[in-house]
T-cell receptor, first 114, second 117 residues
Framework: DTEVTQTPKHLVMGMTNKKSLKCEQH?????MYWYKQKAKKPPELMFVYSYEKLSINESVPSRFSPECPNSSLLNLHLHALQPEDSALYLC?????????????FGPGTRLTVL | AQKITQTQPGMFVQEKEAVTLDCTYDTSDPSYGLFWYKQPSSGEMIFLIYQGSYDQQNATEGRYSLNFQKARKSANLVISASQLGDSAMYFC??????????????FGQGTELSVKP
């Protein structure tokens, strides 16, 4: 089973709202990722968590705040977003073992900021 | 400089025919991984196939095979017997190093494949 789940599937929020995106995996993977993807473009890495610690922040604005409460769960807290933040937000987890190193993605959350 | 180059923004293929999607990469690291993902209009990134830089044989997964030409730094995806459900955006990606930068993937710009009935 290589399932990564994300909720909600769609989210519409105003610029003053606070919301959170949730990502979950039960594959025992110890690295998890947040990506942002605009239409017809490749995903852009935002954050990497390794063993529940933030290991990479790709200079993401502070209005995006990641959190990794445990090894299975990854959140992305959103506050005071801008319309240009509207995008598909993808979560992934990494299977890293001898002979293979693969990131499995969730279905994404389509975010619209009004 | 682009590390992953996909030169075909869009491609058409007739149903049941084979199609090759091109990908070239650039790295000086001897250890790297190459990946292909499929993204239908629904948005989910679906992992298709993986090739490690030290793998001697080309990777295959069902109807997907990766034509790995290390000297040419190319990693083309071959889809045999195309199906209508293969219509999607396809991304080539590379991970440099064994565990460099938390396994960061570098993506190409993608190729949009349309399968005609």
């Amino acid at each position: 089973d290589t399932e990564v789940t994300q909720t909600p599937k769609h989210l519409v929020m105003g610029m003053t709202n606070k919301k959170s995106l949730k990502c979950e995996q039960h594959m025992g993977h110890r690295a998890m990722y947040w990506y942002k993807q605009k239409a017809k473009k490749p995903p852009e890495l935002m954050f990497v968590y390794s063993y529940e610690k933030l290991s990479i922040n790709e200079s993401v604005p502070s209005r995006f705040s990641p959190e990794c409460p445990n090894s299975s769960l990854l959140n992305l807290h959103l506050h005071a977003l801008q319309p240009e933040d509207s995008a598909l937000y993808l979560c992934a987890s990494r299977q890293f073992q001898l002979g293979t190193d693969t990131q499995y993605f969730g279905p994404g959350t389509r975010l619209t900021v009004l | 400089a682009q590390k992953i180059t996909q030169t075909q923004p869009g491609m058409f293929v007739q149903e049941k025919e084979a199609v090759t999607l091109d990908c070239t990469y650039d790295t000086s690291d001897p250890s790297y991984g190459l990946f292909w993902y499929k993204q239908p209009s629904s948005g989910e990134m679906i992992f298709l196939i993986y090739q490690g830089s030290y793998d001697q044989q080309n990777a295959t997964e069902g109807r997907y095979s990766l034509n790995f030409q290390k000297a040419r730094k190319s990693a083309n995806l071959v889809i045999s017997a195309s199906q209508l459900g293969d219509s999607a955006m396809y991304f080539c990606a590379m991970r440099e190093g064994r565990n460099n930068q938390g396994g960061k993937l570098i993506f190409g710009q993608g190729t949009e494949l349309s399968v005609k009935p």
